[in-house]
């Protein structure tokens, strides 16, 4: 690639994250400080810092209590008769035996689909910037973006428990408990949003071997 | 001191893509276009006639249909006789009262909390703009909205709801509540807000504002 097609850090100047004011990078001192954008406030950098490091973290942390999430109790339900606990997928299955299959495939794709693939496009983003592959770079930052997109739609479950929570409680006749699955659920929800937002997409482009690179 | 600030005043200035970091000329300003990067295709920002006052308006609209969401019932069910209804804060508090604390408070901060706090943020910033002021504190209400936008979560708490209306009719009568339909028109206030809440815009009209307020270059003691 010719310089022609220079990018904010190559030049010296830093896009503000927050509102996108362009500013000069200050001269490098021996510490750095943390400058703010002139416009809004922001802290200004050129990359999102520990990007990388921080993605992976959450990812760790994620795929951690995928399990617990996937394998625990979300609800209990308990009436006269008898008593039933649910994980997320038996209540994709319940849904499915019950004919409502719309609703079956909805609720599989957010809560089991999503938070899975997510998983895995993130990883895949993450090895391919540390190993500064430079093909692909279109289709792993439209990847990126919806990852962005898709990521809290997965929250559905927590939401289904909540109303389903508070609407059952008739007394004898039935009632229904929230099991330690939702809170290891909502955890991966929310961790795989944090780890999708420390991912910089701008690092996708930066790795090129034919380019120097003059950023330190 | 010497201003870090690339210059604004340019008729083509210089932009760098949030996605791939590419620097590049905005093109000059047309009324309903996006700007589009050159390399990856992002959307740098869009040029609209009247956006922020679009989204002042149905931010302020989406504040009333949010108290009255609030303060009714969203669903009644009902099983041989015994009635229960709920709210969203009653529906927290159930979560709370099974000791599911964080789940409840996740709940909580996604669908009442950031709302809530986005929607008068929104307006705090847009309101006085209207009326050719900068609302002190705009900058903190902005990066405010920015960082908080991704976890108001109202229109996937809509989804919730009807999936588990749809599980609970085959068990017990369930009828629909006053908050129920607020919410589904909340749900479509919003994503028109933020659809016309551009960041390039409000920044213009901040940056004019502050230009005829103190016209600095003319001030050499």
């Known amino acids: ?216 | 001191m010497d201003n870090p600030r690339v210059s604004t005043a340019d008729p083509h200035p210089l932009i760098a893509c949030h996605d791939c970091d590419l620097l590049q000329r905005a093109p000059a300003p047309q009324i309903g276009t996006s700007v589009c990067c050159r390399r990856c295709g992002a959307r740098l920002y869009r040029m609209t006639r009247d956006g922020l006052d679009r989204c002042l308006a149905m931010t302020l609209a989406a504040g009333v249909l949010f108290i009255v969401a609030n303060a009714f019932p969203i669903v009644t069910l009902e099983l041989q006789g015994v009635r229960a209804a709920t709210t969203l804060f009653g529906a927290v508090r159930a979560l709370y009262a099974q000791h599911m604390e964080l789940v409840a408070a996740l709940v909580f901060f996604t669908t009442i909390l950031v709302p809530a706090l986005e929607l008068l943020a929104m307006s705090w910033m847009l309101g006085p703009l209207k009326f050719g002021r900068v609302a002190p504190g705009l900058s903190l209400g902005y990066r405010w909205v920015r960082s908080a936008r991704p976890w108001g979560m109202i229109e996937v708490f809509m989804l919730g709801v009807l999936v588990s209306l749809a599980k609970l009719s085959h068990l017990a009568s369930v009828e629909p509540g006053v908050a129920l339909w607020s919410f589904g028109a909340l749900v479509m206030l919003l994503a028109a807000a933020a659809s016309s809440f551009e960041p390039h815009e409000l920044w213009a009209r901040v940056d004019a504002l502050a230009a005829e307020a103190d016209p600095q270059p003319m001030r050499i003691a």
């Open chain 1, 1 to 216: 690639m010719s310089p022609a097609q220079p990018t904010a850090a190559q030049l010296g100047l830093l896009a503000c994250d927050c509102c996108g004011l362009l500013s000069r990078r200050a001269p490098a001192g021996p510490q750095r400080l943390a400058a703010a954008c002139p416009r809004c406030g922001a802290h200004l950098h050129s990359r999102k810092p520990h990007s990388i490091g921080r993605a992976w973290a959450y990812w760790i942390a994620a795929v951690v209590l995928y399990f617990p999430a996937n394998l625990l109790p979300i609800m209990q339900t308990s009436s006269l008769f008898d008593s039933q606990r649910d994980t997320i997928m038996s209540g994709v299955i319940f849904l499915w035996n019950d004919g409502s299959w719309p609703l079956a495939l909805l609720v599989f794709f957010a809560s089991v689909v999503v938070p899975l693939l997510k998983l895995i496009a993130l990883a895949y983003l993450l090895v391919t910037v540390q190993i500064g592959m430079s093909r692909r770079r279109h289709q792993r930052t439209r990847l990126y973006r919806m990852l962005e997109f898709v990521g809290r739609w997965s929250m559905l479950d927590i939401y289904v428990v909540t109303i389903l929570v508070a609407l059952v409680h008739l007394q004898s006749l039935a009632e229904i408990e929230a099991g330690p699955g939702a809170i290891a659920f909502g955890a991966v929800v929310v961790l795989t949003m944090l780890a999708a937002m420390s991912f910089d997409p701008r690092l996708i482009w930066d790795a090129n071997p034919a380019q120097e690179r003059q950023h330190a």
